[in-house]
């Protein structure tokens, strides 16, 4: 199983910065996707920025130019650092992964963190 553990939410004013961490654990056979996502008020969740195996970087057109997926492999830690923050930017973020669990499947499976709060006021 796998545990994803975010933190760095918190309350910032507009034009502010402000990083999250997602910290993983857990055993997984493979990771074919890893990345963020958001869920504004009243909203459905949405695509932040992600990795892909193939070696791509999405990100939601959003926050192109302002926010910044990154990841240290050492720690299996991937970062969101979010620049020029924007009232809209207000949601809880989620980090997220899509792999394969085990050897056994080949079934892929979605593992969510808590989620943080980020609110964006002045």
């Known amino acids: 199983q796998v545990h994803l553990a975010e933190s760095g939410g918190g309350l910032v004013q507009p034009g502010e910065s402000l990083t999250l961490s997602c910290a993983s654990s857990g055993s997984i056979v493979a990771i074919y996707t890893r990345g963020w996502y958001r869920q504004p008020p009243g909203k459905q969740r949405e695509l932040v920025a992600k990795f892909e195996s193939a070696g791509r970087t999405v990100y939601a057109e959003p926050v192109k130019g302002r926010f910044t997926i990154s990841r240290n492999n050492t720690k299996n830690t991937i970062y969101l650092q979010m620049n020029n923050l924007k009232p809209e930017d207000t949601a809880v973020y989620y980090c997220?992964?899509?792999?394969?669990?085990?050897?056994?499947?080949?079934?892929?499976?979605?593992?969510w963190g808590q989620g943080v709060q980020v609110t964006v006021s002045s």
């Open positions: 997220h992964i899509e792999g394969r669990p085990s050897l056994e499947t080949t079934a892929r499976s979605d593992y």
